[in-house]
């Protein structure tokens, strides 16, 4: 039997407004019908649940199978996301078993153990990992497909201006403007266009058997490798607190991604800096909520030499 979390249903209905509400009336209806249809006996959610945005839980099949189902809510990215894990088909990430389209429900390999990639002390062994499972994701997209670019994520900024009335809000104002050039400029030089994960973090990272380590969530986009390292690079912070300190293991982080991807390091390095503004206004945007942790990231991205 399927457990659903009070604090996921709070989360849910705050963050999906009018669509989460009856999303949430259908969700048993919806774990019901996985359990019929796949023969599944769920376990309890896992940890996170309370706080995810979609209901997202291990079981197990008749035949033994251990598995993880995800319910997609209502924000629009299950094409997306089933489309990139049928193209990656087990390749650095976990492996799609079966979906329903109806519902917008994945049946997803379970990888064990499952620790994330945030567990390894080492910041150097943990970038080393992530590394290695990036490059196992880049590959090219036939026509057609469904993902968006890395300048569609880039309007985020024309939406920032229009929300300050052309001001620049919480931001300090060159920090903004220089993320905005630099999106601007490395998105109309990228030359290599390839399916990204998307948000290739430290959580997204899990331990498994069949790999050392494999992807999970993939967001779905286009554009260009050095990208992809943002996300990497602006989560599982060092103390902020010690500026000097955290400008060295970033530096570290882009040093070692650009020579272990063979990526040219200023791109990598302007990559992030520019996604760390963009990732604030994103939480701005769905949450209301200003991340200062965030902003200080973003500032000693923009502290390291280029």
Request: charged share 25%; proline share 6%.
């Amino acid at each position: 039997m399927f457990i659903i979390p009070d604090d996921f249903v709070r989360n849910v209905s705050a963050f999906h407004g009018d669509e989460g509400r009856p999303w949430i009336e259908r969700l048993r209806t919806i774990l019901a019908n996985c359990e019929q249809r796949w023969g599944l006996t769920f376990a309890s959610p896992f940890e996170y649940q309370s706080y995810a945005y979609h209901y997202i839980a291990p079981a197990m099949r008749s035949d033994g199978t251990a598995v993880v189902v995800k319910v997609h809510a209502p924000t629009g990215e299950f094409i997306q996301e089933a489309e990139a894990l049928r193209i990656y088909d087990g390749h650095g990430m976990a492996r799609l078993l079966d979906y329903d389209l109806n519902d917008e429900v994945l049946m997803l390999e379970r990888l064990e153990p499952g620790t994330p990639l945030s567990d390894v002390e080492d910041d150097d062994k943990a970038t080393s990992n992530a590394a290695g499972v990036m490059r196992q994701l880049w590959r090219p997209v036939a026509p057609g497909h469904p993902f968006p670019s890395v300048s569609d994520w880039g309007l985020g900024f024309l939406r920032l201006r229009q929300h300050y009335e052309g001001g620049n809000g919480p931001f300090p104002a060159a920090l903004l403007e220089e993320a905005e050039t630099l999106f601007a400029e490395l998105s109309t030089s990228m030359t290599e266009l390839v399916l990204l994960h998307g948000d290739l973090h430290h959580e997204n990272i899990l331990a498994a058997e069949r790999e050392p380590w494999l992807a999970i969530d993939p967001k779905g986009l286009i554009g260009e490798p050095a990208y992809e390292t943002g996300a990497l690079l602006r989560n599982r912070l060092p103390d902020l607190r010690d500026a000097p300190q955290a400008v060295r293991v970033l530096t570290r982080r882009v040093d070692l991604l650009a020579e272990m991807l063979d990526l040219d390091r200023g791109r990598v390095r302007d990559w992030a800096m520019a996604q760390a503004v963009l990732s604030v206004w994103w939480t701005i945007e769905d949450k209301g909520d200003i991340p200062e942790d965030g902003l200080k990231c973003a500032e000693l991205l923009a502290a390291i030499k280029r």
